[in-house]
């Protein structure tokens, strides 16, 4: 059986095939469902559509650009999904993304622009996407967002990225609360540190996945994919009495104080 046969879903912030949220959209489409994908901008959009037209498991996907930081282009892509898919049944939030600048130094030296950017991309637009995505799950549904264990604890070279990761993890509770009544989940992946576009601008990245193996209990580093298949869980009716949940998928780093 397929978890997510005759499911639809859009998965947001797909930038290459390192992207978190691309080996979820491969996995979700494996599991049957069908998928509108979206890209930063138009400069993405042909490398994506690249990526959809040599999946294995996509057969075919809506693409569409959108910037995490526009109302507008939200309003346009909940609007063309809507019209070429009708309703939906679980969104992946993947989009975060933090100024180089305010990455590269202490947390007490970061700008308010570097603040306002990282709560706005990697944080707010759940809430946005989330307020729209409602509309076109009139069934229920789930909504899916991806974190790291910096939203919890100090992990130095975080930095700014820790602070919106942790009002992202806030976000999910608060929409579990108010979405809950119309059978609408919202939960996070709090995932081991992988290979990613994004995980490469945090500095000290590679100490990070040294320390990672070295401190885990099962004494390795985790695989995308291994992040895909929890993902697809939480997106289907087997998960359909988790909300508000903080999934760690980290091989077990979280649990140990030294």
């Known amino acids: 059986m397929s978890?997510?046969?005759?499911?639809?879903?859009?998965?947001?912030?797909?930038?290459?095939?390192?992207?978190l949220a691309w080996s979820i959209a491969e996995r979700a489409a494996e599991q049957g469902a069908g998928l509108a994908i979206t890209c930063q901008?138009?400069?993405?959009?042909?490398?994506?559509?690249?990526?959809?037209d040599e999946s294995e498991h996509i057969e075919e996907a809506l693409l569409l650009p959108c910037d995490a930081t526009s109302g507008e282009e939200m309003d346009a892509l909940f609007s063309e999904v809507g019209s070429c898919m009708g309703e939906l049944d679980f969104i992946v939030h993947g989009w975060a993304y933090a100024p180089r600048e305010d990455m590269?130094?202490?947390?007490?030296?970061?700008?308010?622009?570097?603040?306002?950017t990282a709560q706005q991309v990697s944080a707010h637009s759940l809430t946005e996407i989330a307020r729209r995505g409602r509309e076109l799950m009139t069934g229920g549904g789930s909504?899916?967002?991806l974190s790291?264990?910096?939203?919890?604890?100090?992990v130095p070279g975080y930095n700014v990225m820790g602070v919106a990761k942790a009002s992202l993890e806030?976000?999910?509770?608060?929409?579990a609360r108010d979405l809950g009544g119309e059978d609408i989940r919202v939960n996070a992946i709090s995932a081991a540190p992988v290979n990613t576009l994004s995980a490469r601008g945090v500095p000290g990245f590679l100490d990070m996945l040294t320390l990672h193996e070295e401190r885990a209990p099962l004494q390795r580093n985790v695989d995308p994919d291994?992040?895909?298949?929890?993902?697809?869980?939480m997106l289907s009716s087997w998960s359909s009495a988790i909300t508000g949940e903080i999934l760690h998928v980290d091989a077990g780093y979280n649990i140990m104080g030294m």
Request: glycine share 10%.
């Open 3 to 19: 978890l997510l046969q005759g499911k639809r879903g859009m998965v947001l912030g797909v930038a290459n095939k390192r992207s």
């Open 41 to 52: 901008s138009e400069r993405f959009e042909r490398r994506v559509g690249k990526m959809i």
């Open 104 to 116: 590269s130094h202490d947390y007490v030296h970061t700008t308010w622009d570097g603040h306002r």
């Open 143 to 145: 909504i899916l967002t």
């Open 148 to 154: 790291y264990f910096g939203a919890e604890k100090v």
């Open 170 to 175: 806030a976000a999910v509770r608060y929409l």
């Open 226 to 233: 291994e992040i895909a298949r929890a993902a697809v869980f």
